[in-house]
């Protein structure tokens, strides 16, 4: 399935049904009064996040989504059936903006959360509500509010513990495969991976963490070239960021001019990521051996002395040396650094009112 992480909708909740202006007209009651009945309510439109959808494809080809009207009300005061709901279903971790003023209506975070992005329009009033005790027969009704319209754009930030960072070609996709199930592609040319990738890392039976692999930075990706720029977003969840340092590139080029152009990059991109804890993962050691490794990775880190990258690790991620090591101290650092940011949040009612 292709990888598709925005898309932008039109939702139009139903109207509501007109009242009716009607009589009673029985044999043994020939001024029987109004018995004009109410409109339903239109339909609502709701989001709801699944945790069985992993990309927003379905909304590539299909934009409009309209909900059903309410029916308009009848004689012998009978009310009009109320409109039916839609549920559009979008992955977990889906934001959610009002394209009209781009502010974010909210984050679908929690599997199964709701959230009213269009209310159906109210009912209008039949004659029977009009009629009091000196006029019997009122020929007045309303007729039912219009729904709600809105443009929306739906954008998919993967929920992530540990975010993956790095030029292409530095062992990003091999790492995760080697800590993890997924399998992504892996190869000797730049941009292998081109669209994020998702792993589990189990340590123990209840202790694990998940790890987000975008494709690689390359100079100039702030401004928008290459692939990287565009899936930064999905690490903007994650609690921790490691940075894949190639100690042995193939092209030949110097590690520590890589280390500070992704770091510039993500500074580039955004402060807030950038001030995210970041730790130094100095990959392919089994190319130098560990000695030399070691002084290549002390002067880098000498060089960058940034507070973020304070952590740093030697690893083969083809080899696994390292590796386990690694993830353990990761492990720790969840344990001790609880999601505060949205694991916190109260999980939303079924009902939100987004209009009020």
């Known amino acids: 399935m292709k990888f598709i992480d925005e898309a932008a909708i039109l939702v139009a909740a139903g109207d509501g049904g007109s009242g009716c202006v009607s009589f009673r007209r029985e044999k043994c009651l020939p001024f029987g009064g109004a018995d004009g009945g109410n409109g339903g309510d239109g339909g609502n439109v709701w989001l709801q ?66 959230l009213l992005v269009a209310k159906g329009g109210l009912h209008g009033l039949g004659n029977t509500n009009f009629q009091s005790s000196i006029n019997r027969t009122p020929r007045k ?7 709600e319209i809105r443009q929306l754009q739906l954008e998919l930030m993967l ?45 123990k039976p209840k202790q694990s963490f998940v790890v987000a692999d975008v494709p690689g930075l390359i100079k100039g990706a702030a401004s928008g070239a290459g692939l990287g720029i565009r899936f930064l977003k999905h690490l903007e969840r994650c609690r921790i960021l490691l940075h894949i340092i190639d100690l042995a590139p193939v092209d030949q080029s110097d590690p520590l001019e890589n280390a500070h152009l992704v770091i ?43 507070p973020k990258t ?4 030697l ?13 353990w101290d990761i492990m720790l650092f969840m344990n001790e650094h609880k999601k505060h940011q949205y694991a916190a949040q109260k999980i939303p009612d079924n009902i939100k009112l987004i209009w009020e």
Not at 177 to 186: D, E, G, I, L
Not at 315 to 327: F, H, Q, Y
């Open 315 to 327: 690893i083969s991620a083809v080899n696994r040396n390292g590796i386990k090591a690694l993830c």
């Open 159 to 203: 929920l992530a513990d540990v975010g993956l960072l790095g030029l292409p070609n530095a062992g990003k996709s091999t790492f995760i495969r080697a800590v993890s199930a997924a399998k992504p592609k892996v190869a000797d040319y730049p941009f292998t991976t081109l669209v994020p990738n998702l792993g589990v890392v189990q340590m």
């Open 264 to 306: 510039q990059e993500l500074k580039n991109y955004s402060e807030t990521l950038a001030a995210k804890p970041r730790w130094l993962v100095f990959n392919k050691i089994d190319l130098l051996g560990k000695t030399k490794a070691m002084a290549h990775a002390k002067a880098i880190i000498n060089t960058i002395n940034e």
């Open 310 to 313: 304070n952590s740093y690790y």
């Open 49 to 114: 996040a699944d945790e069985n959808i992993n990309s927003l494809i379905d909304y590539r080809f299909t934009h409009n989504f309209h909900a059903e009207n309410g029916k308009n009300g009848q004689g012998s005061n009978c009310t009009g059936k109320r409109g039916k709901d839609i549920i559009i279903k979008v992955p977990v971790g889906t934001r959610v903006f009002d394209k009209s003023t781009n502010e974010i209506i909210d984050d679908m975070i929690v599997n199964k959360q709701r």
């Open 141 to 147: 009704k309303t007729i039912g509010i219009k729904g």
